[in-house]
């Protein structure tokens, strides 16, 4: 039985830029999880990487060994379903990297099966704990803004030459930036405003060695309120990652989350300065006469989400991301999808 005292033994499927770089470090950041066993090819890396941690050849092994009982898959987009099945029908309990699935039907099938199995099903977005939209959630609790008529939120970067690997091809299933990048800022769209009235999308590849999308503009419709959500990999100079204006202020957050660079780098939660953000990464509010202010950044917290996995399982929590809302995020990649494959804005349809 998993208690406090004995933490709940966890398996990941997986090594590659997610599994080592976020799922391996921030799972071992939580005294509550003990990672026990990776499942992936790259046995030489785990060695070295991860003393004590089991390697196994397939998913299969690990999947199957009666003493884990969380499984963690960070494994392409493609095998996101076939394996969560899989596991949940061994009657683990499931987290996924983003996205849950690449259709929403499948995304469907899981969220039931693991209902009917009792068993826990969540998908990993990091980056509601980006220090800057942490900094905007406080913000929009104490109605420092007012009602949000504009949010605009980018995860723009300059890489000219495409990447190797599977991201980046295009006979991969659920290849492509919007699944990537635009999961990210779709779920924390979702999260803010809930379901849109409509989206207008266009998705399209840019760099010109690119075989699979890598830029997109979505607008999507509440209202009086619009919400954009944009990425490109050309931008040299980029501009605030986070732009939201409301009726009273607006609130602007320069840089990218640096807990990416600093898990790349070998840092890891806990140490002096983790999730801190650099003066370069300055978020302000500028009120209705223009006057800024200048603000502190809240301190990223991507360990939270293991977290909060730990007390779904220990403790009867509510998960820190539910599949539910995983799956309405998908459902708005889809709908993007279609949007700009016809050149229109879509309604978003009630389930």
Sequence with gaps: ??????????????????????HAPLIQAEPRLALVAVASSRREEIARDLPGVAAVAEPEALIDDPAIALVVIASPNASHFPLARRALEAGKHVVVDKPITVQVAEADALIALARRQERLLSVFQNRRWDSGFLTLRALLEEDRLGEVMRY???????????????????????????YDLGAHLIDQALLLFGRPEAVSADVFVQRAQAQVPDAFELDLY?????????????????GPQLAVHGERASFLRDGLDGQEAALRAGRRPGMPGWGEEPPAHRARLIDGDGRETPLVNARGSYESYYRGIAAALLDGAPPPVRAEQARDALALIELAQRSAAEGRRLRWAAD
């Design 222 to 238: 509440y209202g009086r309120r619009r919400v954009l959500l944009g990425v490109s990999s050309l931008i040299a100079g980029p």
């Design 152 to 178: 605009e939120a980018r995860f723009d970067r300059f890489r000219p030459q495409p990447k190797s690997g599977w991201r980046e091809a295009p006979q991969a299933p659920g290849a492509g930036v919007l």
């Design 1 to 22: 039985m998993n208690t406090p005292s004995c933490p709940v033994r966890t398996g990941l499927i997986g090594y590659g830029t997610a599994g080592r770089y976020f």
